[in-house]
């Protein structure tokens, strides 16, 4: 692997040279200034040991010092950030319109569905019934049963659902198993009193 035809700059090239230890650019005496080295970005002499090796650069180490490499990755960095948020904010204004669009839609789709529903649970007898049975479970001043009234089946109290013969008459409600309930609302109304 020693062709001069893949020779790297700053190494040894020919076997008589190449018989001593590896090649170790942080160990490695650069050709000229053995000492110090000059930093092309600050144009600062600093010992080699400012200098990160690179092993493809004739000297042995980088062009600028370590101080420099530090500021030049967080430019670069900062940089990036810049045109990242400068490429989303394009994005934000080439889009606004459809974007607009897009909100007020779904704000309107949903304040309907929000609306039926608030008039179902507060203008109608069914959901008013429903509500006010809810609320007085929920503060302790009505206890479920442990069972289905109309099948007597051992049932958890979150799956007993309240029915009521009568919306008008609210706190008047039977505790039932979903199979029962079901039962309740499938049958005419005749039988189901
Ligand atoms: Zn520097
Ligand atoms: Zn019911
Ligand atoms: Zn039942």
Request: aromatic residues 8%; proline residues 8%; hydrophobic residues 25%.
């Given at each position: 692997?020693?062709?001069?035809?893949?020779?790297?700059?700053?190494?040894?090239?020919?076997?008589?040279?190449?018989?001593?230890?590896?090649?170790?650019?942080?160990?490695?005496?650069?050709?000229?200034?053995?000492?110090?080295?000059?930093?092309?970005?600050?144009?600062?002499?600093?010992?080699?040991?400012?200098?990160?090796?690179?092993?493809?650069?004739?000297?042995?180490?980088?062009?600028?010092?370590?101080?420099?490499?530090?500021?030049?990755?967080?430019?670069?960095?900062?940089?990036?950030?810049?045109?990242?948020?400068?490429?989303?904010?394009?994005?934000?204004?080439?889009?606004?319109?459809?974007?607009?669009?897009?909100?007020?839609?779904?704000?309107?789709?949903?304040?309907?569905?929000?609306?039926?529903?608030?008039?179902?649970r507060n203008e109608t007898p069914k959901g008013r019934a429903g509500q006010i049975v809810r609320d007085k479970v929920q503060r302790g001043l009505l206890q479920?049963?442990?069972?289905?009234?109309?099948?007597?089946?051992?049932?958890?109290?979150?799956?007993?659902?309240?029915?009521?013969?009568?919306?008008?008459?609210?706190?008047?409600?039977?505790?039932?198993?979903?199979?029962?309930?079901?039962?309740?609302?499938?049958?005419?109304?005749?039988?189901?009193?």
């Open positions: 692997m020693n062709h001069p035809k893949h020779a790297v700059a700053g190494r040894p090239t020919s076997l008589h040279e190449n018989s001593g230890p590896p090649f170790n650019p942080a160990t490695a005496e650069p050709k000229r200034s053995p000492k110090r080295l000059r930093c092309s970005r600050c144009i600062r002499l600093k010992p080699v040991t400012a200098f990160y090796p690179h092993r493809r650069i004739r000297r042995g180490y980088q062009h600028i010092c370590k101080v420099c490499s530090c500021q030049v990755q967080k430019d670069y960095h900062t940089n990036h950030i810049i045109q990242e948020r400068a490429r989303s904010y394009r994005y934000y204004e080439t889009h606004r319109e459809a974007r607009r669009a897009h909100a007020r839609k779904y704000q309107r789709e949903h304040a309907a569905a929000g609306r039926t529903r608030l008039y179902k479920k049963p442990k069972r289905c009234t109309e099948c007597g089946k051992a049932v958890e109290a979150r799956k007993l659902e309240g029915h009521h013969p009568d919306y008008a008459k609210p706190l008047e409600v039977n505790w039932l198993c979903t199979i029962c309930h079901g039962k309740k609302h499938r049958l005419p109304l005749e039988d189901s009193a």
